[in-house]
């Protein structure tokens, strides 16, 4: 009678690794061998296998072995996706991964995408658990998905600056990246996003000025870059777009004197203006703001009277200008002030408190 000779135990895959890695145990194993036997490790595993050799890492580097690794382990749903509301463990570990790995992420997660529509932090910090510290950034490969048409990362805890890549998605009509510590300026490419109606990067900490390229984006109707370092004055060209909405560049350091051609956006209801370091006086013309409901001037060094040409605005509702210099000499209470300017019917709060 035979007796069966048992197997011997498979050595494990870091065993295996490090023999293979030696330059005397492996001279003559096929590149295509390695790279076969290496595409059934999980991604994040096998990106650090780099480190083991030369032949690991030419292997493991390849944009060919790159997509069939992911391929064999991201969820085939993945990569069809339409919408995404929030990220998955996928596109957490995209957005943190090494430039290289970036690119065929994106290829692979968005090729399909129309919306990606976040809200949530993105946790992992698999790929870079030495310094520097890991922190996810926007892809630069994001600009070559065309099919985009709204990118909203808001509170997603992103680092860096926005790519100028971001630029080429010439179908978005919404751009978010509120909430998150960007920095660095707002690149003059913008302009190129003439679909866009909606706009937000408010809560950052870019620096510099608004570009006046903006107008190009004659379809925006929401604008919000509140709480920035932003710098220099509003440009004059805002007052071109025919569609604007909604306009928030409050908590910045904007200077300068309010552009009167403001009053040329018929349709604006929201005007947020509090908390820079504006001059000079009250532009009557925003008394053309037909559908004004909101003004926001307060916190800021505005001079002069307010405006009779303000009770035009019978939508307004709700008016600060308080902690400016607006009180001219000789007049003491606000019903003076006021005067004549509560002909708008909806109005219930004027704020005109520290001036």
Known sequence: MCRRVPSPPSPS?????????????????????ISAVLS????????????????????????????????RFVPADLTHRVETVAPTEWDELMMRAPDSLQSIFCNLLFSKTECVLWSLPIESSCWRPHPPA??????????????????????????????????????????????????????TQIGRLVN????????????????????SCINLEELTFSSNKLSGSIPTKLGNLPNLKYLSLAENSLTGEIPSIIGGCGNLFYLNLSSNKLSGSIPPALGFCENLEFLYLGQNWLSGAIPAEIGRCMKLAFMDVQNNNLLPPGISNSKDIWGDYRKSPRLNRVDIGCN
Request: hydrophobic fraction near 45%.
């Open 134 to 187: 890991s922190f996810a950034t926007i892809p630069r490969s994001i600009g070559s998905m065309r099919s985009l048409v709204k990118l909203e990362m808001e509170g997603c805890g992103l680092m860096g600056t926005i790519p100028e890549e971001i630029y080429s998605l010439t179908e978005l009509i919404s751009l978010s990246f509120a909430g998150n510590q960007l920095e660095g300026e707002i690149s």
């Open 13 to 33: 895959s870091e065993a295996l690794f490090a023999a293979c890695g030696s330059c005397a145990a492996v001279p003559a194993i096929p590149v295509e061998i």
């Open 196 to 215: 866009l109606k909606a706009l937000n990067f408010e809560r950052n900490m870019l620096s510099g000025a608004i570009p006046s390229e903006l107008c």
């Open 40 to 71: 059934f490790i999980h991604p994040i595993t096998v990106w650090k296998l780099r480190q083991v050799s030369k032949c690991f890492n030419y292997c493991i580097t390849r944009k060919h072995f790159l997509l069939s690794n992911l391929r």
